[in-house]
């Protein structure tokens, strides 16, 4: 290779010539909240892929519950392991439509940063003692624009961001009517059906694993139309999405097929009523909120403490941010490890001798 040729522009080239229209080239992003000079080696949204995966919060992620908390066994899901499993799936799906690969794994490594930990029960518990709008794509968000790096944040482009940010549905539609709810760019669409169609699968699993459920009380038509193993619903949910999808109006319209919809809405809605809010799951869940309240309550009243918990997870220190926010941040931070440990050592008695 000569002085003179740049990986950077063959990269982006290389996009041009092989990228569906209806993807976004890395070369017309839309830039970054802070200005800076492009990598020499990489396009925007390959250094943005590398700047969450070397970030603490997303080190973190491998010890954050995903449904069962603190599970001895070594073959259930972490916060970690469903985040890659949104970013397999989401990137074989970018491939197959020509779309940016590299977006999407992106905004799929990044899009569960913000999550609490012991999972939907530690957001639950933030919503009902800092604020009924906190919400985890909000402080993934909130993580690579302000928190990472000591304060200094990620600086990630417009697109990730955006898909980071838009990437959840809560308890709506799979694929909701209204646009707006939905990221810019088809890679950002991509990843928020990818999360959907990980979850309903993986959680089945480890629903199945934990003898929550049985196998034989999965509807029969979710059986029928997606598989009866992992590998079966994956392969079935998107090769589906790859060949429903279809061109609108000049727009590249993400879809479904009626049947394997139904068959995933039937499939979230048992998750829902059968593992989700079992009282296995939520007797656990009652626990973790009670560690949650506790510990946002004593640090509310010791700023000494809080600091030192801020520089243990190099989160940026108390300053112009109101006590409540700062003390949200840091819990919303913690790994279960870490809260389960912090709690003992607030709140249990210790020997003095």
Not at 90 to 104: Q, V
Not at 307 to 335: F, H, W
């Amino acid at each position: 290779m000569g002085k003179d040729f740049s990986i950077l522009k063959d990269f982006e080239e290389r996009e041009r010539k092989f990228m569906s229209p209806f993807g976004c080239l890395s070369a017309a992003s839309r830039g970054r909240l802070k200005p800076e000079d492009p990598c020499s080696v990489r396009t925007a949204f390959q250094l943005d892929r590398d700047r969450i995966v070397y970030s603490k919060s997303f080190r973190r992620l491998k010890h954050k519950t995903q449904v069962f908390l603190s599970p001895l066994g070594a073959h259930y899901r972490t916060r970690l392991t469903h985040t890659l499993e949104v970013a397999q799936m989401g990137r074989n799906i970018a491939r197959a439509m020509r779309l940016n690969e590299d977006l999407t794994e992106a905004i799929a490594l990044g899009h569960d940063l913000g999550h609490t930990p012991f999972g939907h029960g530690g957001e639950t518990a933030l919503k009902e003692i800092y604020s009924e709008d906190f919400a985890h794509n909000d402080q993934s968000l909130r993580i690579v624009d302000v928190l990472e790096n000591s304060g200094r944040g990620l600086n990630l482009t417009y697109e990730v961001r955006d898909g980071i940010l838009k990437h959840s549905k809560g308890y709506g539609k799979i694929i909701p009517d209204d646009t707006t709810e939905l990221p810019s760019t088809t890679e950002g669409r991509i990843v928020r059906i990818a999360d959907i169609m990980a979850y309903l699968n993986h959680d089945l699993d480890d629903a199945i694993l934990s003898g929550v459920i049985r196998l034989d009380q999965v509807p029969k038509m979710v059986l029928e139309v997606l598989g009866r193993t992992h590998s079966q619903r994956a392969m079935t949910m998107i090769q589906d999405i790859i060949f429903s999808s279809q061109v609108t109006n000049g727009e590249l319209c993400l879809n479904t097929s009626d049947r394997v919809y139904e068959a995933m809405t039937q499939l979230r809605t048992f998750l829902f009523h059968n593992v989700y809010r079992s009282q296995k799951v939520h007797r656990e869940f009652i626990k973790a909120k009670k560690i949650l309240t506790e510990m946002f309550t004593y640090f509310l009243n010791n700023e000494e403490l809080l600091q030192k918990g801020l520089r243990e997870m190099e989160l940026p220190e108390l300053t112009g941010n109101s006590r409540k926010r700062t003390v949200c941040d840091y819990i919303a931070s913690m790994t279960d490890m870490y809260a389960l440990d912090l709690y003992r050592r607030l709140f249990f008695p210790s020997p003095l001798f």
